[in-house]
């Protein structure tokens, strides 16, 4: 009895070391082991005693035993050798298989000490009948529950909806399945209900990845033309991978309605990590809220609300918005030389260009003709050498970016994502390009100021001495002139 006990303790103890998720069905094992030795020590004591007695004890003493050994036996069986091949029970199986063997250990006992057998299974009959007729919803979730695993169409992991309930299947037990929430939340429901009833599971299509699709709902003017709201948002969504939501299919906007005043969108996607939701969902409405901004366009609410303002508030904002072009152009060393005149020109043809956190302004390689200038927030520069990506600065309020596509047409040189909100004014070529026909001129310095801009970035350029460095600055300049009479037809 003695090595019993060490046996079982240490057997115990590595068990829930290797798989501490165990921990609760080895404290059983061990309260049954407890109750053989409560039973071992009743039949020492009553030796001598009384024969019949002595012998019931004895039996439980084998019997209380061998569930002991077996529960263990089975953790170690099916939770620690089988899952490490990859080859996973369900719970309910390895129970029934442990109770048939330790019912078969016990009619085999009985039958050794002289039990008639086929007396006790009459018997059992007669009361199993009796037990069913007062347990038949008990039994009918036991049996339920053997039919689940069996099947193995619900399966632990699941998300799946039941009634009212979205959650995560996290156990499914003799009587009942458990499910987890998003609410932190664990509902119980009886396998019946999950046999009877109908059960949805999210993400599960037969050959395919694990997916569902998921719909985001928004309202824009009836003013704005649908290709313009479907393109303006597809290119925010398209542009560079988001988290969670599956490259194929493409997520993609649909126009479901028309209602008075307004057009009603959709932005369909599917995601891959059924646990992020809500996330993802926020993401993608945030992302369509700085989309809509940059391209003029507001969202609606299906009331309308009057609202009536004085002109000249209006004009004044106008003016204040002007200046403050004006003044983000002086910043920009490309148009030092400009006129007032022209600076004003240039400014009304600035964008209003909003971003939201994560979003990518500029991808490498992509071709983009137009420069932004930062006013609020910070983004990140980052250029991708073979597969590897590397941030290279840092740009705040105040600087640019983008001036080598909006001159010469050259694709995007690194990539530029927003680390923080970021607002921008943008400057597309169409509106440059007037200005720049005006007064060709104007052309030679701005090759200047790009020359001098290209080779901070050479890592020759800081070590050359200065003959090197002005017939470098000249041999850029003439390239990058050429490259902007080019584009802009001079």
């Given at each position: 009895m003695l090595w019993h006990a060490i046996g079982i303790v240490v057997l115990s103890a590595a068990i829930i070391k290797v798989a501490p998720h165990t921990k609760s069905r080895v404290k059983a094992a061990l309260i049954t082991y407890l109750l053989s030795l409560?039973?071992?020590?009743?039949?020492?004591?009553?030796r001598n005693l009384f024969e019949p007695l002595q012998q019931t004890l004895d039996f439980l003493r084998i019997m209380t035993l061998a569930m002991s050994i077996l529960n263990l036996l089975s953790i170690v069986t099916f939770e620690?050798?089988?899952?490490?091949?990859?080859?996973?029970?369900?719970?309910?199986?390895?129970?029934?298989?442990?109770?048939?063997?330790?019912?078969?250990?016990?009619?085999?006992?009985?039958?050794?000490?002289?039990?008639?057998?086929?007396?006790?299974i009459t018997t059992s009959a007669v009361l199993t009948v009796i037990l069913g007729l007062s347990l038949q919803d008990t039994l009918g979730n036991i049996i339920a529950g053997l039919s689940i695993q069996v099947e193995n169409e619900i399966r632990v992991g699941d998300v799946v909806k039941v009634g009212d309930y979205t959650g995560r299947v996290k156990?499914?037990?003799?009587?009942?399945?458990?499910?987890?929430?998003?609410?932190?939340?664990?509902?119980?429901?009886?396998?019946?209900?999950?046999?009877?009833?109908?059960?949805?599971?999210?993400?599960?299509?037969?050959?395919?990845?694990?997916?569902?699709?998921?719909?985001?709902?928004?309202?824009?003017?009836?003013?704005?033309?649908?290709?313009?709201?479907?393109?303006?948002?597809?290119?925010?969504?398209?542009?560079?991978?988001?988290?969670?939501?599956?490259?194929?299919?493409?997520?993609?906007?649909?126009?479901?309605?028309f209602k008075e005043g307004y057009a009603r969108y959709c932005v369909c996607y599917w995601l891959t990590n059924l646990a992020v939701d809500d996330l993802t969902d926020s993401l993608i409405r945030t992302r369509i809220y700085f989309a809509l901004k940059r391209a003029g366009m507001s969202l609606v609410e299906p009331s309308y609300r009057l609202s009536i303002k004085r002109g000249?508030?209006?004009?004044?904002?106008?003016?204040?918005?002007?200046?403050?072009?004006?003044?983000?152009?002086?910043?920009?060393?490309?148009?030092?030389?400009?006129?007032?005149?022209?600076?004003?020109?240039?400014a009304e043809q600035l964008k209003y260009s909003p971003f939201a956190p994560g979003e990518v302004l500029t991808k490498q390689g992509t071709e983009g003709h137009w420069l932004y200038i930062i006013?609020?927030?910070?983004?990140?520069?980052?250029?991708?050498?073979?597969?590897?990506?590397?941030?290279?600065?840092?740009?705040?309020?105040?600087?640019?970016?983008?001036e080598m596509s909006l001159m010469t047409g050259q694709p995007r040189s690194a990539t530029v994502t927003a680390v923080s909100e970021v607002i921008c004014y943008r400057l597309d070529k169409g509106a440059f390009q007037q200005i720049v026909k005006q007064r060709p001129e104007i052309a030679e310095d701005l090759a200047e100021v790009l020359a001098l801009r290209k080779l901070q970035y050479d890592a020759v350029f800081e070590s050359a001495d200065q003959e090197s460095k002005s017939a470098r600055i000249s041999e850029t300049r003439m390239g990058i002139l050429n490259d902007i009479r080019g584009f802009f037809g001079l």
């Open positions: 409560f039973f071992a020590a009743a039949t020492s004591l009553t620690l050798i089988l899952t490490r091949i990859n080859i996973r029970i369900p719970r309910i199986l390895s129970d029934t298989m442990v109770i048939i063997i330790f019912l078969a250990g016990c009619f085999w006992l009985l039958k050794q000490r002289g039990v008639d057998i086929s007396g006790l156990e499914i037990r003799w009587r009942r399945t458990s499910i987890e929430t998003k609410n932190w939340e664990t509902v119980l429901v009886p396998n019946s209900l999950l046999v009877k009833g109908s059960v949805v599971i999210y993400g599960r299509r037969e050959g395919e990845p694990l997916q569902t699709r998921r719909w985001i709902y928004f309202n824009v003017d009836i003013e704005h033309s649908p290709t313009e709201v479907i393109e303006c948002v597809d290119e925010a969504l398209q542009f560079t991978n988001i988290e969670a939501v599956a490259d194929k299919p493409k997520i993609h906007t649909i126009l479901m309605d000249e508030p209006i004009q004044k904002q106008k003016e204040h918005d002007l200046a403050m072009k004006i003044e983000a152009l002086r910043k920009v060393p490309l148009f030092k030389t400009m006129t007032e005149q022209e600076l004003s020109q240039l006013t609020e927030g910070e983004v990140s520069v980052s250029i991708t050498v073979g597969d590897v990506e590397k941030e290279i600065n840092r740009l705040q309020p105040g600087q640019f970016f983008g």
